[in-house]
């Protein structure tokens, strides 16, 4: 019997503490589920960031690459247009531009010349040459030359210029040569 | 005593430690010696490795005329290299380089094989080969950038200009004679390169900037070049002559506003001419003047009151001087001539009576002070003087036949510089073709002005003679040069030419000099035709190429012309 009691009172307390036992053993689960998911969280952010700095890295290296692409590309445009510049500057050369005048316009130099002295021109170029009208470039066949269209532009104001000074010279031709 | 196993076990330990800690300490020791010691030392030495410096050429200045018209520029073009011991297929890569930059592919697999770090493949390439190169992709072959020398004028001008090499060093002319200025100072550039040879962006470089040339400012007029050129070959061409020579000046300051030598050459592709094309005979060959010099001869006796313009002088057709009877061009004789008649029959005879009242010691007195026996100074490479009969050797013989322009030689340009002393009022002045050197923000560096050598003879003897010489032109030897209300002045020159240690009555030298307006002389000009055939006379076929120009420079610098 007092066996039996001291049983009964030694599982008394037992019985007592159970209670207490089971909500100790809760949060140390629950605190090794939570360390568990923070160093899985852990691992995943190292994980994320090591794949953003990579991205972030390699995203640097191929804008390099394509910042060096372009900067060749550049390079290269700006030889082309120093190359462009010289053939423009080679285009511009007397010789060529006399060859053209000759072939393409059927202008002809000059034989003679003619001084013209008149209101129209400026009191420096009092002496001013001309071309004769022995040169082939009277009025007529500078008309007949003339570009089509409506002469605007440049070129169309040079040649009516061109045109006015010839019939100038003409007319001041019997008097001042 | 028997130590026993524990302890021994303990000491080995310790001793093993301190073994391990000695290692440790030395091998610390040595890091810190590599890291902090040599550090820097090694850290270059690595970066060299992967570093490869590539040569920057800097731009040679611009060569602009007097207007501002370029006549000589740099461009960028690419240059072609390998690095040998990156190209893995030798052979495919030899073959692609071959067929692009149209080589031999011998010869390129040759450079492939080399046992060297840096090989030239094709330097100065077409843009179009440069971008075929680079979608080759070709593994160890790399481009760089180079300046190109491009003269986009190609001949005009070419004795002047002379031409720049592949590594754009002057050669010729004013790219030789500037070329310090003109040159720059070249700049590196260091860039990393990964294993494949490409470059590593965002990796080290390091830039030398290259300091591009300063530009240059020439007393070189684009237009009258061009009128002086084509009128010298038409001339040359006409008269079937080997050669020709045309300068026209300022001789109010020196300034020499065109220079031409015919044949001529293109500067873009001088190796495709012969050498001797690219002579500037106007600077660096002599020639008999013949009777273009007797003005010096004139001016001498006139400043010297030796002659006046009222005496007259009697021409027999030859005059008997000591050792022997030197002949006039006209052998029947001029008779009785005036001064001024003199200059304008270019008599012989009359001249020789004039050197003989100047005497042998003034004669040479005025040879020198007009600076025919010394270079002028122009600034042009490999200027020559002129060959005279040296002073104490000189014969009365000597002094007639030099009177009027034979036994002695003198340069184009030393001829022209002695003439447009007579042309400005008697002072001699330094030619130049540099005006001014500009850097590359267009400030100017350094500017050239004309150099007063001597006042040689007095304005008022030079004013007479001018006259003189402007009758010439008008009713003298010179008449195919004369144009209506010019006012153009000159003398013609026929020289007999030495060949083979002898005169030669075959071989001629034809020439022209003068100038215009005689009031206010703005151009003088030289012609000189090598060997005419046909027609040889001065007058014949030198004078109406004067004319020629004449009229153009005056049309273009709009130089008035008297309508009297």
Known sequence: MLAARELHAYAQPAAAERPRRRPARRPRAAARRTSRTACVCLVLATVLCAFALTYRHSALVRLGYQADRLSTQLALLQRQNGEREVTLVSLGALGRVQRLAESRLGMVRPKGSVVVAGGALPVHAAGVIAAAPQDGLEPPALASLAPSGDGGGALGRLWRMLVRFARNSVEAAGRTI | MQISYGILQRRRAGVFFALIVLIFAALTGRLAFLQFVRGPELRERALELRLRDVPIEAKRGTIYDRQGRELAVSIDVDSVYAVPAQVRDKVGTASQLAAILDLDRDWVLERLNRPEGFVWIKRKVTADQATAIRSARLRGVNMTQEAKRVYPKGTLACHILGFAGIDSQGLEGLEFQYDAYLRGTRGWISVEHDARGQEIPQAV???????????????????????????????????????????????????????????????????????????????????????????????????????????????????????????????????????????????????????????????????????????????????ASGL???????????????????????????????????????????????????????????????????????????????????????????RRAFLPGFELAGKTGTAQKVVGGRVSSESHISSFIGFGPTRDPQVALLVVLDEPTGMYYGGQVAAPVFAVIMQDVYRYLGIPILTD
């Open chain 2, 388 to 478: 005279i009969v040296p002073r104490a050797k000189a014969k009365p013989l000597d002094l007639a036949v030099m009177s009027f322009g034979q036994s002695l030689t003198v340069t184009p340009l030393q001829l022209l510089t002695a003439i447009s002393a007579i042309a400005n009022g008697g002072t001699l002045l330094q030619p130049h073709v540099v005006r001014e050197l500009r850097d590359a923000d267009g400030r100017v560096v350094e500017t050239f002005t004309s150099t007063t050598e001597r006042k040689v003879i007095a304005t008022q003897t030079a004013r007479e003679l001018n006259l003189s010489l402007e009758a010439t032109v008008e009713e003298g030897t010179g």
């Open chain 2, 205 to 383: 470089h390091r830039y030398i900037e290259p300091t591009p040339g300063l530009s240059m400012v020439l007393t070189i007029d684009e237009t009258i070049q061009y009128i002086v050129e084509r009128e010298l070959e038409q001339a040359v061409t006409r008269h079937g002559a080997l050669g020709g020579t045309i300068i026209a000046m300022d001789p109010r300051n020196g300034e020499v506003l065109a220079l031409a030598n015919y044949p001529f050459y293109d500067p873009n592709n001088y190796q495709a001419y012969p050498v001797s094309s690219r002579r500037n005979g106007a600077v660096v060959d002599t020639f008999s003047p013949g009777s273009t010099f007797k003005p010096i001869t004139a001016a001498a006796a006139l400043e010297d009151r030796k002659v006046s313009w009222g005496e007259r002088f009697f021409c027999g057709g030859s005059l008997q001087v000591p050792g022997r009877r030197v002949s006039c061009h006209k052998t029947t004789g001029h008779g009785s001539q005036t001064l001024t008649e003199v200059i304008q029959n270019s008599c012989n005879v009359g001249f020789m009576n004039i050197a003989f009242r100047l005497g042998i010691e003034r004669f040479y007195d005025y040879v020198e002070a007009f600076g025919l026996t010394a270079k002028t100074g122009i600034d042009l490479p490999g200027e």
